[in-house]
């Protein structure tokens, strides 16, 4: 990329035998698509290409909904079979199998269309036929599922079956027993309503989240990517910390077009490493920062992660108001990462590096128009425009656009193959939401939602602060199994009952399953994000996972506060702008407090029990009450007094 392969070239990275897409896919929870070459390469971007076209000509003239998403899964069932291979040693040319797959799925899912009013009527009555093609359907869904994000998610889909159909024989005091169901009615719940593979799940992915992929293809195709990274070098003046901030204002720019933590880290890292490098970051410390910035992408508007829009769904609000839920929590989780980052530039005696970028304000005079697609989008949605309509209008806004730049200009050829490259894009999200859509099913039909609820607050005796660490921890190590969309689907069917039968909010107990979900991808001991940019840096794995750690933990304790405390509401935008501005002016602080905490400096190296005072008193902030925010405040001028004193001796001596 412009301004930045130089440094790159002048130092060459650890991962001499591993380009960024090996490195997407050996740790990203999804498997790398299949090369195509040739006329199938052609009748798959024309598949495609027609998709995309239909989604967004839908957006203006939107039709009835279940036939819809029974179309949309006709359409991409067959195309994961054949971009996907079926373990990772295929090869790139689909075989008998995938063929067969393909067009197993293109009959299955388009007889429920052909048959459509009968197929719903028959719900309670179904033919041979019916259980013949919904039992492919689930199937099939399930391979797709399997060669696109791997073979856990779809395991869990067949344990909530085996539950659906054996939990009869469960004993009645274990709390989760039901009456027990036959292979038929189960079959119906999955395929023949909107609770399963046709369910809310798979709509967000039809609706909601295709557009956005296409948006992303056609900002990436447009030069977009380049100039976030671009500019990124070029905002910061040459100072020590200059580095890391470039590192993540970086990953914030490019989760716009990726959408994807594993993604964002590598694309980031494979530019800015060498920088990092030069700098003086260690390689487990620079390894923090990228994975810090490849995941702060996904919790940042205005392109949150996939669950945020099935959030929108659950709760029936505006994506609008998900945005400004997600707004305060992302501006306290970069304002920590920028505070470590500038902790650790002093503690690692990092320095300015030379980069031979562009000049920040030329480069923004010439290609600035990238962001104004970004701004369309919440502009019009804040002017009553539909998600769906405001992303088209920035879609075709960012083609428009590209002409601006004649060697990125979207002609119809290149706009083609980015409005193409949406669609593909989508598929491992959309076989994701299928087969969560089948959990949702066994979690409806047989009430396991109530009952996990029940056991939850049982455990955890009715008090709130138990429930939710026990929450909190179910989600992150359901999230080391599954894609962050089906980790928060689970979540919010079966562990959130649990948050708001104890009083918490519905928004409040969403947001707080999303940040969780969303934070599997960094915690141990299966950190994602952190393993790639391990591999990239070359630095210890475990160590990499922990500095990731200490970057990301503000996001790990402010959802916290959304649900424990009278005041979180306010970090969720809710509330009166005085309740608001306060909740974020503390929070903030307990930022700071537990960046000095984990990072061990204030104003210079601070001892053990400075570090315990603004722990202390970080806890006690986020508690976002009068008398806990006072002992809190306390606390910290403590910490900060001791910190003088001890320096003014050691100076002294």
Request: charged content about 10%.
């Amino acid at each position: 990329m412009t301004g930045t392969t130089s440094a790159g070239s002048a130092d060459a990275t650890t991962t001499d035998t591993a380009s960024a897409d090996e490195l997407i896919a050996e740790f990203d929870a999804e498997r790398p698509a299949r090369r195509l070459s040739g006329l199938l390469a052609g009748v798959v971007t024309l598949v495609a290409l027609g998709l995309s076209l239909y989604v967004l000509y839908r957006a203006f003239r939107p039709g009835a909904v279940l036939p819809y998403r029974m179309l949309f899964l006709a359409v991409v069932l067959p195309l994961t079979f054949v971009c996907y291979k079926p373990g990772r040693r295929g090869t790139d040319r689909p075989g008998v199998v995938d063929w067969a797959a393909a067009l197993l799925a293109l009959a299955a899912c388009l007889y429920p269309l052909v048959v459509f009013d009968d197929f719903i009527r028959r719900a309670f009555e179904p033919t041979t036929l019916d259980m013949v093609a919904g039992t492919v359907i689930v199937l099939l869904v399930l391979e797709a599922c399997r060669r696109t994000v791997g073979w856990i998610l779809p395991a869990v889909c067949v344990a909530f079956a085996l539950y659906a159909y054996y939990g009869g024989y469960l004993p009645f005091d274990w709390g989760i027993g039901h009456r027990g169901y036959d292979l038929d009615r189960i079959v119906v719940s999955f395929v023949m309503g909107t609770d399963g593979v046709y369910g809310v799940p798979l709509d967000v992915a039809a609706t909601y989240i295709i557009l956005f992929t296409v948006y992303g293809a056609v900002l990436d195709h447009s030069g977009a990517g380049k100039f976030f990274v671009d500019v990124s070098m070029a905002a910061f003046r040459r100072s020590r910390s200059a580095p890391g901030r470039t590192v993540t204002l970086a990953g914030f720019l490019l989760g716009t077009v990726s959408g994807s933590g594993v993604a964002t880290t590598v694309s980031v890292g494979s530019v800015a490493w060498p920088i990092l490098r030069r700098a003086g970051y260690p390689p487990e410390q620079g390894g923090g920062v990228l994975a810090a910035a490849g995941i702060g992408a996904i919790l940042s508007p205005p392109t949150l992660g996939a669950a945020a829009f099935i959030i929108a769904e659950y709760m029936r609000v505006s994506y609008l108001t998900v945005l400004l839920y997600a707004t305060i929590p992302t501006v306290l989780y970069y304002l920590g990462v920028f505070l470590a980052i500038e902790i650790d530039a002093r503690t690692y005696g990092t320095r300015a590096v030379e980069v031979d970028a562009p000049r920040f304000w030329p480069l923004v005079r010439r290609f600035g128009y990238h962001f104004s697609s970004l701004f369309v989008i919440v502009v019009l949605m804040a002017l009553g425009q539909s998600p769906f309509r405001a992303v088209v209008y920035a879609t075709l806004l960012a083609v428009a656009l590209s002409f601006l730049d004649r060697e990125h200009a979207l002609t119809p050829r290149r706009a083609a193959r980015a409005l193409a490259a949406g669609t593909t894009g989508v598929l491992p999200v959309a076989a994701t939401c299928a087969a969560a859509g089948l959990i949702v099913a066994v979690v409806t039909l047989t009430g396991l939602g109530l009952k996990a609820s029940s056991l939850i607050v049982g455990a955890s005796g009715g008090i709130l602060a138990v429930t939710a660490l026990l929450c909190a921890v179910a989600v992150l190590v359901l999230g080391l199994a599954v894609p962050v969309t089906a980790s928060f689907v689970i979540a919010a069917v079966i562990i959130g009952p649990a948050l708001t039968d104890l009083g918490v909010s519905q928004a409040e107990a969403y947001m707080f399953i999303f940040y969780y979900a969303v934070l599997s991808e960094v915690s141990p001991p299966t950190a994602l994000s952190a393993f790639a940019a391990s591999a990239i840096t070359g630095g210890n794995a475990y160590r990499t996972m922990m500095a990731t750690w200490k970057y990301t933990l503000p996001a790990f304790l402010v959802p916290f506060a959304f649900v424990l405390t009278p005041g979180g509401a306010g970090l969720l935008a809710q509330g009166t702008i005085g309740e608001i501005l306060a909740a974020t002016g503390v929070s903030a602080l307990a930022v700071a407090a537990l960046a000095a905490a984990t990072g061990g400096r204030l104003l210079g190296p601070a001892g053990p029990v400075e570090r315990v005072l603004c722990a202390v008193a970080a806890v006690l902030l986020l508690f976002l009450a009068p008398l806990p925010a006072l002992a809190g405040a306390g606390l910290l001028i403590v910490a900060v007094l001791l910190h003088l004193v001890t320096r003014e001796r050691e100076a002294v001596h």
